[in-house]
């Protein structure tokens, strides 16, 4: 059967926005856990996402349960950034734009209003993420630059990929909404 679809930005009945709690720490873990090629982290980093950050973190639900979210953080003594940690979405949920959403319902939040940087970092061959931090700075008329920050080498035997930073910005908090 057919998913309706969702107005990016829009509340639906079909799928709610809200911020974490302590609870959701199990479900985030399991999402995230789908969504290759996060990198899926420990139960208990997702319960303190929720208990600590749940004014930077957000999660989408629909009947069936957490179809998505979006894990961030302001980085101590810079008020004007908001690094955004991991944005998973659950299959069933992709191509309706929920990613997108979720950023611009995040930063809309009046407690992030002196935020003016989105930061994240993303490795070269996760083309949907990049992707979808490009389609934020275009929707926020903000460029996005790209720096060297976590070479592959600092992740010891792990074959992961280097971890640049993405940053957009200036944003304008008339851009969010």
Do not use: K
Not at 123 to 148: I, K, M, Q, W, Y
């Amino acid at each position: 059967m057919p998913r309706p679809a969702v107005q990016p930005g829009a509340d639906s009945d079909a799928i709610r926005l809200r911020p974490p709690r302590w609870a959701d720490g199990p479900a985030l873990h399991a999402l995230v856990s789908q969504c290759p090629p996060l990198d899926l982290n420990s139960v208990y980093l997702y319960l303190l996402l929720a208990e600590h950050f749940p004014q930077t973190c957000i999660l989408a639900e629909d009947e069936h349960g957490i179809v998505g979210m979006v894990s961030a953080y302001r980085p101590p003594g810079r008020d004007d950034v908001l690094f955004v940690w991991q944005v998973a979405v659950q299959a069933r949920a992709r191509g309706q734009g929920l990613g997108g959403r979720m950023l611009r319902r995040l930063l809309a939040r009046p407690p992030l209003r002196a935020v003016r940087w989105v930061e994240t970092t993303v490795g070269p061959g996760n083309h949907a993420s990049r992707r979808l931090f490009a389609r934020l700075a275009d929707r926020l008329a903000a460029p996005l630059t790209e720096s060297p920050l976590f070479e592959a080498a600092l992740f010891g035997a792990d074959a992961h990929e280097a971890e640049p930073l993405l940053r957009i910005g200036p944003i304008s908090l008339s851009a969010v909404n």
